[in-house]
């Protein structure tokens, strides 16, 4: 079984920075792929980024490529994701989420750990 636990979210302006990190319990972190999912009041639960456990590939979203990072360090049981130029838009629930497997998915159905979740606000 394994416990996520997300911190750092919180209220920023548009165009600022804030890094999400997750805090996994077990010690099969480092053969776990890990990610991050969003939602937004009144809509679906939507896919960020992963990061795999074989040469940390990392995989996101169109909406946040060249803005978030995700990545991860195991001796920490840690994943992290660096949020950059902030828009209202990214303004949601953030949710860490762990899969055994090989390679990351966008169907949060296929995921098979997830944190409780950590609110991101982004004003305008």
């Known amino acids: 079984q394994v416990q996520l636990v997300e911190s750092g979210g919180g209220l920023v302006q548009a165009g600022g920075s804030l890094r999400l990190s997750c805090l996994a319990s077990?010690?099969?972190?480092?053969?776990?792929?890990m990610g991050w999912f969003r939602q937004a009041p009144g809509k679906e639960r939507n896919f960020v980024a992963s990061v795999g456990w074989i040469n940390s590939s990392t995989n996101y979203a169109d909406s946040v490529k060249g803005r978030f990072t995700i990545s991860r360090d195991n001796a920490k049981n840690t994943v992290y994701l660096q949020m950059n130029s902030l828009k209202p838009e990214d303004t949601a629930v953030y949710f860490c989420?762990?899969?055994?497997?090989?390679?990351?998915?966008?169907?949060?159905?296929?995921?098979?750990?997830w944190g409780q979740g950590t609110q991101v606000t982004v004003s305008s």
């Open positions: 077990g010690r099969a972190f480092s053969t776990y792929v």
């Open positions: 989420v762990g899969r055994r497997g090989i390679s990351g998915s966008i169907y949060y159905s296929t995921w098979d750990y």
